[in-house]
């Protein structure tokens, strides 16, 4: 009985260090974001999602092409949106995703956008900020 406390109380450990070093990094990347985010925009052009990167609680990173990324931040109501493995976005303007309309979609939950702020990928890509461009899934 001992034993499985022991094991019980290692795996609580290591989750913990786990979540730790995940934030951490989610805030590494968000302040690596934020330097090159431009002023909040309405809204921008999607025919596809091209790739998404979880960088906060409530932030994530949105490439509409392999060039084109914007910080998406989403209403603090949003629950576990660091921990995902899948996420969509509504477009319910036509090829658009509008802070004023759209949700960023996972699980159950459809979270709202607050605010939408262009990436100046290219600029990152330049000073070397960027990783490998982002693969298409």
């Known amino acids: 009985m001992r034993f499985a406390q022991l094991i019980a109380l290692a795996l609580v450990l290591v989750a913990g260090a786990a979540q730790a070093d995940t934030r951490e990094h989610q805030k590494e990347e ?3 974001f934020e330097r090159y985010a431009g002023d909040p925009v309405a809204e921008f052009p999607m025919f596809d999602l091209w790739q998404w ?10 490439w509409s092409t392999i060039h084109d990324a914007f910080l998406i931040r989403v209403d603090k109501g949003c ?3 660091e921990w995902t493995h899948g996420l969509s976005v509504t477009q319910n303007m036509r090829q658009k995703v509008s ?3 759209d949700f960023v979609v996972f699980r159950d939950q459809r979270c709202k956008i607050e605010e939408i702020r262009p990436i100046d990928y290219q600029a990152m890509v330049k000073d070397g900020k960027a990783a490998e461009p982002p693969k298409h899934e």
């Open 30 to 32: 968000l302040s690596r």
């Open 53 to 62: 990167q979880v960088v906060g609680r409530d932030r994530v990173v949105l």
């Open 79 to 81: 629950n576990n949106l």
């Open 99 to 101: 802070q004023k309309f």
